[in-house]
């Protein structure tokens, strides 16, 4: 059995290292489900006409508050399909008569989709003033492309079907591309005919409008955080620096001792040296010298090594002795030490989030694999420090105990 | 005001106007900031000012994100966790630790240490950092903060029962285990990211991302978020976004999910009013609408940092004044008393383990280097001196310390210029062109083997130690089962 105090620690850290992956599979897990959905056919969402919107937020954008489709507008909208269905008809009449270009992709079009309904798919934004045109493209249907305006009456019909569909719409207004078609076609024309999907119409989506001046915005404002960073001016370096030494001098308290952060800090740096002399001095001792100089070299290697591991333990000691008459409290809500010998730490100089550019599926998949691999070896790592440190630990305790 | 010790600054009264303007930009920038009437009342000690400086100062010195637990901590409670961080980083002051925790007094000195840790470091940005909605597929680097045990240990008093061996090598085997699932998940999760990133290709308005996020064709694909069947608190909601990658989450709290993150920015919006506001809001804002809200007020906030910037002399200048005023009051400096709890952290643990370790190093080497020594000597003593030699001894000399140095500047540094800390847009590019600021895969594949090589080399040699130690040890008690560690 183990001694009692060395296996609660190391219980306690392997539940919490297993909690952490747990939570991770999560995540992923749920993630995966996003990723999957998304690369499936997008199904047309029903309309949330089951919950009547309470509260004056939604109906801010919105041009009525109704809810749920009136019967007056219902009558409206299939008068307003058959009108459309009507034009289609016309159009591909005058198109077959003409353009040749024009007409397989009418054709297709018609074939694929059922008289009007879908294929009059405007790309237009509802929720937004009236009917002009936006430069979001219809996600859904089969159009490729918009609709060539073929005659004024045609616009007129379509302005038309905007405000219906507008009054009739949702009852959140969706300043997004026109996904909500099918709202049109169930009282009309039968359903959708071939469903989105992200491979072959990824490239036609476009983020609404809305949203990309506020990320763009968003995006510049982190830029220029960032470059304000980079060029701190000096005065407010100067008089925060004054400050700060202000505040020391004048608390009258006892010389500026070291705080817990910087002991730990500390402490993570020796450690953090200490394996990376170890790991210096493995390839040296490994390392077979092919002539007198390398010789020469190497054992000057090993001489300032060993040096260095000399004023690493001094350091060390100033720092136990400073710990000793003034132990620092460590703070409930710090976050507990982890030392890594191979991270870098500190803080980080840019705000505004860089990219990581990758150009293949595989590179994506190494890069992932050797992070994990990475922090797996990271945490195997801790487990046996904190086994070394029980065992060290408590079985000397045993030991003098007897 | 009181009666200032340094001479009148005689451009100070230009710039007068200067500091409402910078009291103003602060007090927006920070979450649910203080009013600006806050500080000037606070700078005359006025007791009303205290309950919002202590509210204020536990948010920037709380672990981001602010979950329920630590939110509902009664004030005293608050005021008490504010002292004991501000004392482990290190405040001057002593009269911050002798104020009442009941929020009746001491505003001034609340002012004091708030601008204290503004002096000290960049605690705006990085606070709005930490509660920025990401709208790209995120991955941070380096995951040393993503694998601490979450939280200190619960006390769960279970020390009656004997830990058998065997139970710990199950755990260390499901823990494996685990960690098999995980690679072969987030190996699909980058098949499918990859394709998503394809697809998507010429979508995105700004051109240097060239494709959208999942986030983004999610959004696209439902905005209002009808697949959902009963609005829930966010961590519920399937609208997840792809968090699995971007693990930088603090230890302690649920998965960072994409609508968590944005709840967890209304909350710093609204001044945490958490639960009921959210869930009445879910009903009433599609996910889109909320996202440009919050877009809207991180922008507001931004905007506000900025300003502080560019006037924060000012308040700076002002703060001198305000430490003037303070009444040197001499506070027994043996009163530092036990107020806190003592928490019977073995922060002394690990400088006996470094100690340890960095000893036994000491040793290897000495004797390695005096072998070395002996040997050369015996092998060169019978070359010349001449300045040849010398010349050549001063060279390698020279090198060597080169190197050395730079090996020192490995652990003394804090900065990694690489910045593996913060979490990266990830870009799929066929060129793989990347601007100077951004990361190559390429290059993070490197360091990354690099770091692998290395963790591997030190687990190698920890595990090596644990078996000397035990075997030492075992033979000096008998009757003593050692768990070997686990094999590789």
Redesign the interface.
């Known amino acids: 059995?183990?001694p009692?105090?060395c296996?609660?620690?190391?219980?306690?850290?392997?539940?919490?290292?297993?909690?952490?992956?747990?939570?991770?599979?999560?995540?992923?897990?749920?993630?995966?489900?996003?990723?999957?959905?998304?690369?499936q056919a997008?199904?047309p969402?029903?309309?949330?006409a089951s919950?009547p919107?309470?509260?004056p937020?939604?109906n801010e954008e919105d041009p009525s508050p109704a809810c749920a489709p009136s019967p007056q507008d219902l009558k409206e909208l299939e008068f307003l399909t058959q009108a459309l269905e009507k034009a289609v008809r016309v159009r591909r009449s005058i198109t077959m008569a003409g353009e040749t270009d024009k007409a397989p992709s009418l054709k297709s079009r018609s074939t694929v989709a059922p008289p009007g309904a879908i294929a009059f798919a405007p790309p237009q934004t509802p929720g937004q003033a009236g009917g002009h045109a936006s430069d979001t493209r219809p996600?859904k249907g089969s159009c490729q492309t918009t609709v060539p305006p073929k005659g004024h009456s045609e616009r007129q019909l379509l302005s038309l079907g905007d405000k219906t569909r507008v009054r009739t719409g949702?009852r959140?207004p969706?300043?997004?591309?026109g996904?909500r078609d099918q709202q049109m076609a169930p009282s009309a024309a039968p359903k959708a005919p071939k469903a989105f999907t992200?491979?072959e119409k990824?490239?036609?989506?476009?983020?609404?409008a809305?949203?990309?001046k506020?990320?763009?915005?968003?995006?510049s404002?982190?830029a220029?955080?960032s470059s304000?960073?980079t060029s701190d001016?000096t005065?407010?370096t100067a008089?925060?620096?004054?400050?700060?030494q202000?505040?020391?001098t004048?608390?009258?308290?006892?010389q500026?001792?070291?705080?817990?952060?910087?002991?730990?800090?500390e402490?993570g740096?020796?450690?953090?040296?200490?394996?990376?002399?170890?790991?210096?001095?493995?390839e040296e001792?490994s390392a077979a010298p092919m002539d007198?100089?390398q010789?020469?070299?190497?054992?000057?290697?090993?001489?300032?090594?060993?040096a260095?591991?000399?004023q690493?333990?001094h350091r060390?000691q100033e720092?136990?002795a400073a710990?000793a008459e003034q132990?620092?409290?460590?703070?409930?809500?710090?976050?507990?030490?982890?030392?890594?010998?191979?991270?870098?730490?500190?803080?980080?100089?840019?705000?505004s989030?860089?990219?990581?550019?990758?150009?293949?599926?595989q590179?994506?998949?190494?890069?992932?694999?050797?992070?994990?691999?990475?922090?797996?070896?990271?945490?195997?790592?801790?487990l046996?420090?904190v086994?070394?440190?029980e065992?060290?630990?408590g079985?000397?305790r045993?030991?003098t105990q007897g | 005001m009181g009666r200032r010790r340094r001479p009148v600054d005689p451009a100070a009264g230009a710039r007068a106007g200067a500091l409402p303007e910078a009291i103003a930009a602060l007090s927006q920038s920070l979450p649910s900031g203080p009013s600006p009437e806050i500080f000037r009342r606070a700078k005359f000690d006025r007791p009303e000012a205290t309950p919002a400086l202590w509210q204020l100062l536990f948010r920037v010195?709380?672990?981001l994100p602010l979950d329920n637990r630590l939110a509902s901590l009664a004030p005293e409670v608050q005021a008490r966790?504010v002292k004991?961080?501000l004392?482990?980083?290190?405040y001057?002051?002593?009269?911050l630790a002798q104020l009442p925790e009941d929020g009746s007094q001491g505003s001034r000195e609340l002012l004091?240490a708030l601008?204290?840790l503004l002096?000290?470091?960049?605690v705006l940005?990085q606070m709005?950092?930490q509660t920025?909605v990401?709208?790209?597929d995120?991955?941070t680097?380096?995951?040393?903060?993503?694998?601490?045990?979450?939280?200190?240990?619960?006390p769960?008093v279970?020390?009656e029962d004997?830990?058998?061996?065997r139970h710990?090598q199950w755990?260390?085997g499901?823990?494996r285990f685990?960690?098999r699932?995980?690679?072969s998940?987030?190996?699909?999760?980058?098949?499918?990211?990859?394709?998503?990133h394809l697809?998507?290709?010429?979508?995105?308005?700004?051109h240097?991302?060239g494709h959208?996020s999942?986030a983004?064709?999610?959004?696209?694909?439902?905005?209002?978020g009808?697949?959902q069947v009963r609005w829930e608190l966010p961590r519920n909601l399937?609208?997840?976004?792809?968090?699995?990658?971007h693990?930088s989450w603090?230890?302690g709290m649920?998965?960072?999910?994409f609508w968590k993150d944005l709840y967890q920015a209304c909350c710093w919006v609204t001044g945490g009013s958490l639960g009921s506001w959210w869930d009445?809001?879910c009903?009433?804002?599609?996910p889109?609408?909320a996202?440009?809200r919050t877009?809207?007020c991180?922008?507001r906030r931004?905007?506000a940092?900025?300003a502080w910037?560019r006037t924060?002399?000012v308040f700076?200048?002002w703060?001198?004044t305000v430490?003037d005023t303070?009444v040197?009051?001499?506070?027994a400096?043996a009163s530092q008393g036990t107020f806190?709890p003592?928490?019977p952290?073995c922060?002394?643990?690990?400088?006996?383990?470094?100690?340890?370790?960095?000893?036994a190093?000491?040793e290897?080497?000495?004797e390695?280097?005096e072998h070395?020594?002996a040997a050369?000597e015996a092998?060169?003593g019978g070359?010349g001196r001449g300045p040849e030699w010398s010349a050549?001894?001063r060279a390698?000399?020279e090198?060597?310390?080169k190197?050395?140095g730079a090996?020192?500047r490995?652990?003394?540094?804090?900065?990694?210029p690489?910045?593996?800390?913060?979490?990266?847009?990830?870009?799929?590019?066929?060129?793989?062109?990347?601007?100077d600021?951004?990361?190559?895969?390429?290059e993070?594949?490197r360091t990354?083997?690099s770091?692998?090589a290395?963790?591997?080399?030190?687990?190698h040699?920890?595990?090596g130690?644990?078996r000397q130690?035990?075997a030492r040890?075992a033979g000096?008690?008998p009757g003593?089962?050692w768990?070997p560690?686990?094999g590789r």
């Open positions: 059995m183990l009692r105090d296996s609660r620690r190391l219980m306690a850290e392997l539940q919490g290292a297993l909690d952490a992956c747990a939570e991770r599979q999560l995540q992923l897990e749920q993630s995966l489900r996003v990723c999957r959905r998304l690369l997008w199904e969402t029903e309309t949330r919950e919107p309470p509260g937020e939604t996600t949702a959140a969706r300043p997004g591309p996904l992200l491979k990824g490239h036609l989506l476009r983020l609404p809305a949203f990309r506020m990320a763009s915005q968003n995006a404002l982190w220029q955080l304000m960073q001016s005065d407010a008089a925060k620096t004054q400050f700060l202000n505040m020391q004048a608390s009258g308290g006892p500026p001792r070291l705080s817990a952060q910087e002991v730990e800090a402490t740096r020796l450690w953090k040296a200490c394996t990376l002399l170890r790991l210096r001095m493995r001792l007198w100089m010789e020469y070299r190497c054992l000057l290697t090993l001489e300032g090594l060993q260095m591991v000399g690493c333990l060390l720092l136990r710990v132990p620092p409290r460590p703070c409930p809500m710090g976050r507990p030490p982890r030392a890594s010998p191979s991270c870098g730490g500190g803080a980080d100089p840019a705000w989030p860089q990219l990581l550019v990758y150009s293949s599926a590179e994506l998949q190494t890069l992932a694999a050797l992070r994990l691999r990475v922090a797996m070896l990271d945490q195997q790592i801790h046996e420090k086994l070394l440190e065992e060290v630990g079985l000397e045993r030991r | 010195l709380a672990p966790l004991s961080a004392r482990s980083q290190g001057p002051r002593l009269a004091l601008s204290w002096a000290r470091g960049p940005e709005l950092a920025r990401p709208l790209g995120e991955m680097v380096c995951q040393c903060e993503a694998l601490a045990s979450p939280g200190p240990p619960a769960q279970r020390a004997p830990v058998d061996v710990v755990l260390m499901k823990l685990r960690w699932q995980l690679v998940s987030q190996q699909e999760q980058c098949t499918l990211l990859s394709k998503i697809y998507t290709s010429g979508c995105h308005g700004d240097s991302l959208l999942v983004e064709a999610e959004m696209l694909r439902d905005p209002e009808g697949q399937d609208l997840a976004y792809p968090k699995g990658l693990f603090t230890p649920g998965p960072r999910t009445s809001a009903s009433l804002l599609s889109l609408r996202l440009l877009l809207e991180e922008n931004l905007e940092v900025l910037r924060e002399l700076w200048r703060m001198d430490l303070c040197l009051g001499v506070p400096a806190l003592q928490i952290e922060s002394g643990g690990v400088l006996e383990l470094v100690a340890w370790e960095l000893r190093l000491q290897e080497l000495q390695a280097a070395r020594r050369w092998k060169a070359c050549v001894r390698s000399r090198a060597v310390e190197e050395l090996l020192r490995c652990w003394e540094q804090d900065r990694d690489a910045q593996p800390h913060v979490p990266h847009r990830l870009v799929r590019r066929e060129d793989g062109a990347a601007g600021r951004d990361l190559r895969a390429a993070v594949i990354l083997r770091q692998e290395c963790l591997e080399a030190v687990l040699q920890l595990q130690q644990c130690e035990l040890l000096a008690l003593l089962i768990i560690p686990p």
